[in-house]
T-cell receptor, first 115, second 114 residues
Framework: AQSVTQLDSQVPVFEEAPVELRCNYS??????LFWYVQYPNQGLQLLLK??????LVKGINGFEAEFNKSQTSFHLRKPSVHISDTAEYFC?????????????FGTGTRLLVSP | GAGVSQSPSNKVTEKGKDVELRCDPI?????LYWYRQSLGQGLEFLIY????????KSGLPSDRFSAERTGGSVSTLTIQRTQQEDSAVYLC????????????FGQGTRLTVV
């Protein structure tokens, strides 16, 4: 079975500052890794995903994440955040080739960007 | 439609009453999923439909919860004899097929049981 830990429930940051949202996972098999974003009063939207290949994955809105197998981490980063990045961010994992329904989500990190 | 549509967007109900939540998936998507998002919790998988196959109900928390999908399209999640702990946002998602690694989510239905 897989599990996901998002250590920070909330991350406050000033506009134009860099940010890192942490995600660690536990799995006895190789996994696919995902970050989803949920803007206020909206559904989840895929930010980026790692299936295989390069461990540095670039997503939408200037976000990127790096898969580190030895540390079982998939931290999300952005070099300069905007007010509009204020949202809830969810990390998720699944075994390969098992379909979306097998995704295990973390509890989420709320990113609060202030002027 | 252009996206996954859920209705109602908000529902307040009295404890003990039954509620129905509706989901219209993206046209042509054969896979449909229901999740529950409680305050301070991650997303909890409830049920999954793939085409005409028997649904995966492994995530339903109790027999008060049920869901159906008519004609391979619209889905209804029914909660009978609602309890206060059922209060949550119920999210529906759809994907092209069961192999999809990405699903598209609706805006959710916020259910409040008073």
């Amino acid at each position: 079975a897989q599990s996901v830990t998002q250590l920070d429930s909330q991350v406050p940051v000033f506009e134009e500052a860099p940010v890192e949202l942490r995600c660690n996972y536990s799995s006895s098999v190789s996994v696919y890794l995902f970050w989803y974003v949920q803007y206020p009063n909206q559904g989840l939207q895929l930010l980026l995903k790692y299936l295989s290949g390069s461990t540095l994955v670039k997503g939408i809105n200037g976000f990127e994440a790096e898969f580190n197998k030895s540390q079982t981490s998939f931290h999300l980063r952005k070099p300069s955040v905007h007010i509009s990045d204020t949202a809830e961010y969810f990390c998720a994992v699944s075994p390969p080739n098992t379909g979306f329904q097998k995704l295990v989500f973390g509890t989420g990190t709320r990113l609060l960007v202030s002027p | 439609g252009a996206g996954v549509s859920q209705s109602p967007s908000n529902k307040v109900t009295e404890k003990g009453k039954d509620v129905e939540l509706r989901c219209d998936p993206i046209s042509g998507h054969t896979a449909l999923y229901w999740y529950r998002q409680s305050l301070g919790q991650g997303l909890e998988f409830l049920i999954y439909f793939q085409g005409n196959s028997a649904p995966d109900k492994s995530g339903l928390p109790s027999d008060r919860f049920s869901a159906e999908r008519t004609g391979g399209s619209v889905s209804t999640l029914t909660i009978q004899r609602t309890q206060q702990e059922d209060s949550a946002v119920y999210l529906c998602a759809s994907s092209l097929d069961f192999r999809g690694t990405e699903a598209f989510f609706g805006q959710g239905t916020r259910l409040t049981v008073v």
